[in-house]
C-alpha cells in the first residue's frame, strides 16, 4: 500500500501562485510514477500533469502548459506541483496518485485524499 497525504492548496487571487505537495508513505517512493489531477465542481476527475519514477519524463495537460511544473525528490517522498498565473477555471480539487505503471496514460493505483483550490477573481 502507498498512502498519499496532499497539501498546499488554498485560497488565491487570479494571477498567483501556489506549489502543491504530496507526501507518500508506505512503500518505495521512486519506483512509482506520480500523477496530478483535480476535479472541479461538477466536472469529472481530469488529468494535469505526471512524472516518471526518476522525474526523467513529465507531462502535462493543454490547460495547464506553460504554467504548471511537476517535480519530486524522491529522498522526501514528496512529489509537487507549482501552478503560476492561477484562473478561476483552475479551481477544483487537486488529487495526487501514484502507480508503477501508469503516467500520462492509465490507470492509477493509489490515491490521496485531495486539496481544495480555489482561484478568485
Known amino acids: 500500500q502507498v498512502q498519499l497525504v496532499e497539501s498546499g492548496g488554498g485560497l488565491v487571487q487570479a494571477g498567483g501562485s501556489l506549489r502543491l505537495s504530496c507526501a507518500a508513505s508506505?512503500?518505495?517512493?521512486?519506483?512509482?510514477?506520480m500523477g496530478w489531477f483535480r476535479r472541479a465542481p461538477g466536472k469529472e476527475r481530469v488529468f494535469v500533469a505526471a512524472?516518471?519514477?526518476?522525474?526523467?519524463?513529465?507531462f502535462y495537460a493543454d490547460s495547464v502548459k506553460g504554467r504548471g511544473t511537476i517535480s519530486r525528490d524522491n529522498a522526501k517522498n514528496t512529489v509537487y506541483l507549482q501552478m503560476n498565473s492561477l484562473k478561476p477555471e483552475d479551481t477544483a480539487v487537486y488529487y495526487c496518485a501514484a502507480d508503477t505503471t501508469a503516467l500520462a496514460s492509465g490507470k492509477y493505483n493509489y490515491w490521496g485524499q485531495g486539496t481544495q483550490v480555489t482561484v478568485s477573481s
Open positions: 508506505g512503500r518505495t517512493f521512486s519506483n512509482y510514477n
Open positions: 512524472i516518471s519514477w526518476s522525474g526523467a519524463r513529465t
